[in-house]
């Protein structure tokens, strides 16, 4: 036990040290990145869930570093895009002999280099990064590994963006649901995996294992899902002003300003391309607006992403093949134009924001029709309560990874619009509901209407058995006396211009940092 307990503090000695050698002297390690990187060296399946931004990649790319030559970590990614990031981030942050290895990226003359490399007892590469494809059908790779895993030599399998291995693989990408017949070549019992993702709760934690057949006893390190520097906010697309010929585009545009860096998110790729071209038609955003989504050639996907870092671009109209392992550090805001699939995917693209710690903003701009015709499909787990829930949005959405924190105790420029407004937002709601009960008897109260809500708030989220009354079959066919859809007439209740400025006006200032703190999270062995 004594022996043990000095091979520990041993590693952890080197891992301080290779830490320090790149990061300063008062480098320490943050959430669970010690911890982790301690059950890979003890051969222990392991997961890790955190935020965007705060180091996964350390974990399989610093023990390489601390072990010396011959050792070496594979990672395997859902994007060649990606992988390229990686390696570049791992070359300049870690400094650290990073390759990519896939089919299509290296010619076979490069491949049988670097599986040579990866054989050889005093190799040079440290981390491999390749996909699941790769992975499965380059026999040169396979063996490769193979041999560098009798040897010892492998540090751990790293699936990156561990989410999309259950999501994608049932999906479009069947080489991620046979990812753990593929890792058969390895010895597992002295190669442990290593799942890393931003999103996952209990549910897709248990998914994650079970997909990549990880062990029962897997380690799952598990911080808070909280994002402090981020404020989170919806826009009702029904209370904007219909004088206007676009006013979601509008109100979008008003974040577009000459130092300001932010992405939009739509769920098609049509819905992308159409919501870019409306922007680019408003006076001084002609070149400032690109888009991002996986029919675009791949040159232009690189092009407009490059000037996307780089600054020439001050916007992606993206879909959500845009985003994932996206190192960019002044993110001022995401931006919603519809709704997501659910609030993991949520969550996961909101986390492009505010990753140098600064306030950085949120905002979901949705309908109720297109909330409904999520569910019909199966879809919209968990934004329902975001969006119409009426409660605290940080409290929401941290309650669906599995640890409630609310906009208790922030200043006022971090709290949500509802915590902002709680008061404002239930006078609001409440006549809502009951114009929409009054509606469901068929009766238009037309004077109520045209009236305006009075003080110029944000209103309160719909309660969703409100959602669900004006949802019903039997009151979509309730016509009022002028033969128009009595669910739209409640719905176009007054557009008011300062209601409108209040309830979306977007952030302007510098901000002090909001970020970083909060609880660190649980850790937990599964049994």
Not at 76 to 98: C, F, H, M, W, Y
């Amino acid at each position: 036990e004594l022996e043990m307990e000095d091979q520990h503090n041993e590693l952890k000695a080197s891992l301080h040290v290779s830490l320090r050698e790149l990061y300063g002297q008062d480098a320490q390690f943050r959430n669970f990145q010690l911890e982790a990187m301690l059950s890979l060296a003890e051969g222990v399946d392991t997961l890790l869930c955190l935020p965007t931004g705060t180091g996964k990649s350390l974990i399989y790319g610093l023990p390489p570093v601390a072990l010396g030559p011959g050792f070496f970590s594979v990672v395997v990614t859902p994007l060649i895009a990606l992988g390229k990031n990686q390696v570049r981030s791992l070359a300049d942050e870690l400094e650290v002999d990073a390759r990519l290895f896939t089919n299509s990226s290296c010619t076979p003359e490069e491949q049988k280099k670097m599986a040579e490399d990866l054989k050889d007892e005093d190799g040079s590469i440290q981390v491999l990064i390749t996909t699941p494809e790769t992975l499965a059908r380059n026999q040169l790779l396979r063996d490769a590994l193979s041999i560098a895993s009798d040897a010892g030599k492998l540090f751990c399998i790293a699936v990156d963006e561990a989410h999309v291995a259950h999501q994608w693989g049932h999906d479009f990408r069947p080489a991620y649901a046979l990812l753990a017949e593929t890792l058969q070549i390895i010895d597992r019992t002295r190669v442990p995996i290593y799942a890393c993702t931003a999103s996952a709760n209990r549910d897709a934690q248990d998914a994650i294992l079970e997909t990549l057949s990880m062990s029962l006893n897997a380690a799952r390190f598990v911080a808070s899902a909280d994002r402090l520097e981020i404020q989170l906010s919806v826009v009702y697309k029904e209370l904007l002003d219909k004088n206007e010929r676009d006013p979601v585009a509008k109100e979008m545009a008003a974040f577009i300003t000459d130092d300001s860096c932010g992405l939009i998110y739509c769920r098609t790729k049509s819905t992308c391309d159409a919501v870019a071209k409306r922007l680019q038609c408003i006076e001084g955003l002609e070149e400032r607006v690109g888009t991002y989504h996986a029919d675009l050639d791949q040159r232009i996907r690189e092009r407009n992403q490059a000037a996307w870092e780089e600054g020439d671009l001050n916007v992606l109209v993206c879909t959500v093949a845009f985003g994932l392992g996206v190192n960019k550090s002044n993110v001022r805001w995401v931006l919603h134009y519809d709704p997501p699939g659910d609030l993991a995917d949520f969550y996961q693209q909101v986390g492009r924001a505010g990753r140098d710690g600064e306030l950085a903003r949120s905002v979901l701009f949705v309908s109720h029709e297109e909330v409904a015709k999520g569910k019909r499909y199966g879809g919209m787990r968990g934004m329902d309560d975001y969006v119409y829930g009426g409660s605290c949005r940080r409290k929401v959405l941290t309650s669906f990874f599995g640890a409630a924190k609310s906009c208790s105790g922030l200043d006022p420029q971090f709290k949500c619009d509802v915590c902002l407004k709680t008061s404002r937002l239930n006078e609001a709601l409440d006549r809502i509901e009951r114009l929409a009960a009054e509606n469901a008897e068929g009766r238009t109260p037309a004077n109520e209407v045209k009236r305006p809500l009075g003080d110029p708030s944000p209103l309160k989220p719909l309660r969703p058995a409100v959602l669900r009354k004006l949802g019903s079959p039997s009151n979509n066919t309730n016509t009022s006396t002028n033969g128009s859809n009595a669910n739209a007439k409640v719905l176009a209740l007054a557009p008011d211009s300062s209601l409108r400025a209040a309830f979306v006006s977007p952030w302007k200032g510098g901000g002090g940092g909001g970020g970083g703190g909060g609880d660190t999270g649980t850790k937990e062995r599964q049994q």
